[in-house]
């Protein structure tokens, strides 16, 4: 069973740092195209994409947490992980692990929710001003 399991969450005032983590079991990325990402749905609001990379190391980021938020995987079997500087209230939101695997040839790396295949249940990220 795959499963994909978040941590790091929690509190924080705005301008502080959060390290979130994923950890992937049950999984392993046998295909070396794959892309893990990290998206967030604040309450009203549809899922976005934040960051992703792909197992070559090539990252994308959404326009709004560029130069403060840094995703990061080192190897296949090594966690994901999301270093976030500088928050801010708009920050707040659940956030989500999730994994595109295998990723077809075709496909460019992108954060398009609707290719990812596997998705945790999230961790709770809340900045206040």
């Known amino acids: 069973q795959v499963q994909l399991l978040e941590s790091g969450g929690g509190s924080v005032q705005d301008g502080g740092s959060l390290g979130l983590s994923c950890v992937v079991s049950g999984f392993q990325f046998r295909d070396p195209n794959y892309c893990v990402a990290w998206f967030r749905q604040a309450p009203g609001k549809r899922r976005e994409g934040v960051a992703t990379i792909h197992s070559s190391g090539y990252t994308v980021y959404t326009d709004s947490v560029k130069d403060r938020f840094t995703v990061s995987k080192d190897n296949a079997k090594s966690p994901l992980y999301l270093q976030m500087n500088s928050l801010k209230p708009e920050d707040t939101a659940m956030y989500y692990c999730?994994?595109?695997?295998?990723?077809?040839?075709?496909?460019?790396?992108?954060?398009?929710?609707?290719?990812?295949?596997?998705w945790g249940q999230g961790t709770q990220v809340t900045v206040s001003s």
């Open positions: 999730a994994a595109l695997s295998p990723m077809p040839f075709w496909y460019n790396v992108s954060l398009r929710e609707s290719e990812y295949n596997y």
